[in-house]
């Protein structure tokens, strides 16, 4: 089956400091989603990037398809931004159901 | 409605009883997939729908699970005889079809005691 990793798996920052996660798959997908799991377990939204890139705020993200894997960029951290950030692929075969991956967690401090 | 609605919010039950979860998603939205996430893992995929129909329910792990979704809309899920394994957040998601961005609900937390 197909394989969604994504590292690193656990992400401590001082407020105010850049970071990058990154999301491998390993087939072709039709859908890439980036999503923020806050505090309370709210899954949000970030990015629908198949491919490209796309900025919101501090937030970026890029998707190479052809080399099969995603990168989210964060900006001048916040201790808002600490969660769980998943990557969400969808096959280009398949379709129908999107596979997370285990997901980095990110603890921004003061 | 502004966004994917689920009810309950917290459900807790004794091993054995039988739970229905109710996901509203959002207005327009012809696909709706059902994940269960357990803590500290991502979320995996249950089933789906296209409009009222079940295409896809190869991630119901056992046939204690059931979803529907009568009129296309509302849907629900249904553990028959609960066991304490199934204790997880149920989560509801919608959108306008595949290759299209989702939207999750807040989630179902299940607690079987």
């Known amino acids: 089956g197909i394989q969604v990793e994504q590292s690193p798996p656990d992400l401590i920052l001082q407020e105010g400091a850049n970071s990058t996660l990154r999301c491998n798959f390993s087939d072709s997908v039709n859908n890439l989603q980036w999503f923020h799991q806050n505090p309370w377990g709210q899954l949000i939204n970030l990015f629908y990037i198949p491919s490209g890139t796309k900025q919101n705020g501090r937030l970026s993200a890029t998707t190479v398809a052809t080399e099969r894997y995603s990168l989210l960029y964060i900006s001048s951290s916040q201790t808002t931004d600490s969660g769980v950030y998943f990557c969400a692929v969808e096959l280009r075969n398949t379709g129908n159901q999107f596979y997370f991956g285990t997901g980095t967690s990110l603890t921004v401090i003061p | 409605g502004a966004g994917v609605s689920q009810s309950p919010r917290y459900k807790v039950t004794k091993r054995g009883q039988d739970v229905a979860l109710r996901c509203d998603p959002i207005s327009g939205h012809v696909s709706l997939y059902w994940y269960r996430q357990a803590l500290g893992q991502g979320p995996e995929f249950l089933t789906y729908?296209?409009?009222?129909?079940?295409?896809?329910k190869s991630g119901l792990p056992n046939d204690r699970f059931s979803a529907e979704r009568p009129e296309g809309s509302i849907s629900t899920l249904t553990i028959q005889r609960t066991e304490q394994r199934d204790s997880a957040m149920y989560r509801c998601a919608s959108s306008f079809g595949s290759g299209n961005t989702i939207y999750f609900g807040e989630g179902s937390w299940l607690t079987v005691v």
């Open positions: 729908f296209n409009y009222e129909a079940q295409q896809d």
